[in-house]
């Protein structure tokens, strides 16, 4: 997976206001990710966490204010966005669903198996994702980042549902792509592991 | 173009894995086209000229069975998003999947039309126009479909909404459609059926890529 | 002017005084209307007095299809510049043509009966004005299944364009269709020329019609932003307990 590649791309949020209906749910919020980043968003349910996720990520509109990209021609091509769900169809093996995301995403279809490898269902990449642990679900969507190289990671609590190990691979992976000059940031209730280099609390 | 054709794939492998695919429409098609002999009665002479349009009723009503878990289960799971990540337009990524409907469940029930219609004392000559008629009108009612389905993606149980939001739409199809069956109007009828799939499978893409944008936001 | 208008507060305070003052109007335009439609203008000579409840039908029939294009403009007002006012127009615009609609279908059903001997007749007009009929009653339903009103203004607009692009198709292959299973009728192609002396009733009906939807259209749309407002008190009691 190409790991002498070094990625480039920084976002800022420039006072970002938000609003879910008629109700503002943060204003002028500022914040930079710079290449290696990784910044965490904090604060109780409800306050806009996965909104704030969902703006970076160019699916809502914000009320006022922008996202910034440096380094990046299309915002949409330059991100991987991992949701409370993990968008998997029960019908469908594993193995179908990291093949589907290297080709919807742009990655290498040879990518899926070492993808699947690396976060340890390659056992079972033949079993439909109707039978999978809630734990294995979400490893298979952590396979999803790792088969088309994107240099932005947006991730809404990604460590729910996860196990001991699942939270140690979703820490290496994490700290690898910083690594490589990648940047994420996630929501989440407790601390991942990979020391943020920036922790924004939310508040109404 | 790997992003369309993974998305074209992957709908293929949904729709005839889960629930079989084209079994429940057809079935659901073929029971509709038995019922109604019964109950209209089995007069050769009424049910050569009812025959036709009970078809394209039927297949207008089976099509409508497809549309509700269409863009829903995307938005419910979380992969909708997914397709607004990818280098294609979602416009084209829309169409990819109405396509793959269209293989998976139009055809099948296009191809239940030959026997439907020869139950239904139809003309056998009349067969192969029958089924090409309706392959070509199934692709408008999935073309209209699209936006029906992509505009109540958001509601539960939007089954009946979207049959009531969609079948003005069907209303050009069915006529054109059932019209290419009148021996007397062989050609007009199927031009304009074509014409009228054309602009559902050119203009139904584009508004429900619109409304999956809304409802992601 | 739409800038001008998409501010509430001002909308608030101008269609507090319009909203009664088009109202009178309707009220007055109907005064003069009315009768002059029954009693004063002449019998059709071939349908005698059966005739004048083309008074009412055909203003209604006129109206239901310019609110659905009313609608499709304010949706795509609403849709671009993403004026929510717009979006309140034509949410409180579709009951009304829902209503004027099913006003064309009963009174055009009713003219039926006597003119044709038949209660409905698969006329190109009456259908097609059934088709619009659904058309709202489809427009209102998806409004009222969405909870987040400012998707459900912009999934609407979605569909009332797609609707406006549809209805010519459909009138276009409902007379196609109705030309292929009966005789043109009596109204259709030409048909005699509406004299003078029944037109002027005509317009002054068609013009309380429009006044009546005037009054009606900011009643609704002032009933939707009190709804509103009383929402977001509600939510807000909410989040502070």
Same mark, same amino acid.
């Given at each position: 997976m190409g790991?002498?590649?070094?990625?480039?791309?920084?976002?800022?949020?420039?006072?970002?206001?938000?609003?879910?209906?008629?109700?503002?749910?943060?204003?002028?919020?500022?914040?930079?990710?710079?290449?290696?980043?990784?910044?965490?968003?904090?604060?109780?349910?409800?306050?806009?966490?996965?909104?704030?996720?969902?703006?970076?990520?160019?699916?809502?509109?914000?009320?006022?204010?922008?996202?910034?990209?440096?380094?990046?021609?299309?915002?949409?091509?330059?991100?991987h966005f991992l949701a409370h769900r993990d968008g998997l169809k029960a019908p469908l093996d594993a193995r179908a669903h990291v093949r589907f995301?290297?080709?919807?995403?742009?990655?290498?279809?040879?990518?899926?198996?070492?993808?699947?490898?690396?976060?340890?269902?390659?056992?079972?990449?033949?079993?439909?994702?109707?039978?999978?642990?809630?734990g294995q679900a979400r490893r298979l969507s952590l396979a999803r980042l790792l088969v088309a190289e994107r240099p932005l990671w947006l991730l809404d609590e990604p460590a729910s549902g996860l196990d001991t190990g699942g939270r140690a691979l979703l820490a290496a992976l994490i700290d690898e792509h910083r690594a490589r000059g990648g940047v994420v940031i996630a929501a989440v209730h407790d601390d991942l592991g990979p020391g943020p280099t920036r922790a924004i609390e939310l508040t109404p | 173009m790997s992003a369309l054709y993974a998305v074209f794939r992957r709908e293929l492998a949904l729709a005839w894995s889960a629930g079989g695919g084209a079994i429940a429409p057809v079935g659901f098609f073929l029971g509709a086209t038995t019922l109604l002999p019964l109950a209209i009665g089995a007069d050769h002479e009424l049910l050569r000229k009812a025959g036709p349009p009970l078809v394209w009723v039927a297949a207008a009503l089976a099509a409508l069975m497809t549309l509700e878990r269409l863009f829903q289960a995307d938005l419910e799971d979380g992969s909708l998003e997914q397709l607004f990540l990818c280098a294609?337009?979602?416009?084209l990524i829309v169409l990819a999947k109405?396509?793959?409907?269209?293989?998976?469940?139009?055809?099948?029930?296009?191809?239940?039309?030959?026997?439907?219609?020869?139950?239904?004392?139809?003309?056998?000559?009349?067969?192969?126009?029958?089924?090409?008629?309706?392959?070509?009108?199934?692709?408008?009612?999935?073309?209209?479909?699209?936006?029906?389905?992509?505009?109540?993606?958001?509601?539960?149980?939007?089954?009946?909404?979207?049959?009531?939001?969609?079948?003005?739409?069907?209303?050009?199809?069915?006529?054109?459609?059932?019209?290419?069956?009148?021996?007397v109007q062989a050609g007009g009828p199927f031009f304009l059926l074509s014409g009228c799939a054309l602009g559902a499978v050119g203009l139904g893409p584009i508004l429900a890529a619109a409304a999956l944008r809304i409802q992601a936001g | 002017m739409i800038a001008f208008l998409a501010n509430p507060q001002r909308f608030m305070a101008l269609s507090a005084w319009a909203t009664p003052l088009l109202g009178a109007i309707a009220v007055l335009l109907f005064a003069i209307g009315v009768p002059w439609a029954l009693f004063v203008a002449p019998a059709d000579y071939q349908q005698g007095e059966s005739a004048r409840i083309m008074f009412v039908h055909v203003p209604a029939s006129w109206w239901a299809l310019m609110i659905y294009a009313f609608m499709g403009v304010t949706s795509?007002?609403?849709? #671009?510049?993403?004026?929510?006012? /717009?979006?309140? !127009? @034509?949410?409180?615009?579709?009951?009304?043509?829902?209503?004027?609609?099913?006003?064309?279908?009963?009174?055009?059903?009713?003219?039926?009966?006597?003119?044709?001997?038949?209660?409905?007749?698969?006329?190109?007009?009456?259908?097609?004005?059934?088709?619009?009929?659904? #058309?709202?009653?489809?427009?209102? /339903?998806?409004? !009222? @299944?969405?909870?987040d009103e400012t998707k459900a203004a912009r999934l609407a607009a979605i569909l009332c364009l797609a609707g406006l692009v549809n209805l010519p198709i459909v009138h276009f292959s409902v007379t196609w269709w109705s030309t292929l299973h009966q005789p043109a009728s009596v109204f259709r192609a030409g048909g005699p020329a509406i004299d003078r002396s029944m037109l002027w009733p005509l317009f002054v009906m068609a013009l309380a019609y429009l006044a009546l939807f005037g009054a009606l259209l900011l009643c609704g749309m002032r009933a939707i932003i009190y709804r509103r407002r009383a929402q977001a008190a509600i939510a807000r009691r909410a989040r502070s307990a």
């Open positions: 790991g002498d590649h070094h990625f480039q791309a920084s976002l800022s949020v420039e006072r970002l206001t938000l609003a879910r209906g008629q109700r503002t749910l943060f204003s002028n919020l500022s914040f930079e990710a710079a290449p290696g980043a990784f910044v965490e968003l904090r604060g109780p349910n409800g306050v806009g966490k996965t909104t704030l996720l969902r703006a970076i990520a160019g699916f809502l509109r914000p009320a006022s204010g922008r996202v910034a990209f440096a380094h990046i021609e299309e915002p949409a091509l330059a991100l995301w290297a080709g919807l995403l742009g990655g290498r279809s040879d990518a899926a198996d070492t993808a699947l490898a690396r976060v340890g269902l390659h056992a079972i990449a033949d079993l439909p994702a109707r039978v999978l642990s809630q | 294609a337009p979602l416009e109405g396509a793959a409907l269209w293989l998976a469940v139009g055809v099948p029930l296009a191809l239940a039309g030959a026997p439907a219609a020869i139950a239904l004392q139809a003309p056998t000559a009349l067969i192969p126009l029958t089924v090409a008629s309706l392959a070509v009108g199934m692709a408008g009612f999935i073309g209209v479909g699209l936006v029906g389905a992509a505009v109540s993606a958001g509601v539960r149980r939007g089954g009946v909404l979207i049959a009531l939001i969609v079948l003005p739409f069907f209303a050009p199809l069915l006529i054109f459609g059932a019209g290419v069956a009148d021996e | 795509l007002v609403g849709l #671009v510049w993403r004026h929510a006012l /717009a979006d309140v !127009a @034509a949410r409180a615009a579709a009951p009304i043509g829902a209503t004027l609609a099913g006003l064309s279908l009963v009174t055009g059903s009713i003219w039926g009966a006597p003119t044709w001997g038949t209660w409905w007749e698969w006329d190109g007009r009456l259908t097609s004005m059934l088709v619009l009929f659904i #058309v709202y009653l489809g427009y209102i /339903a998806l409004w !009222a @299944a969405i909870e």
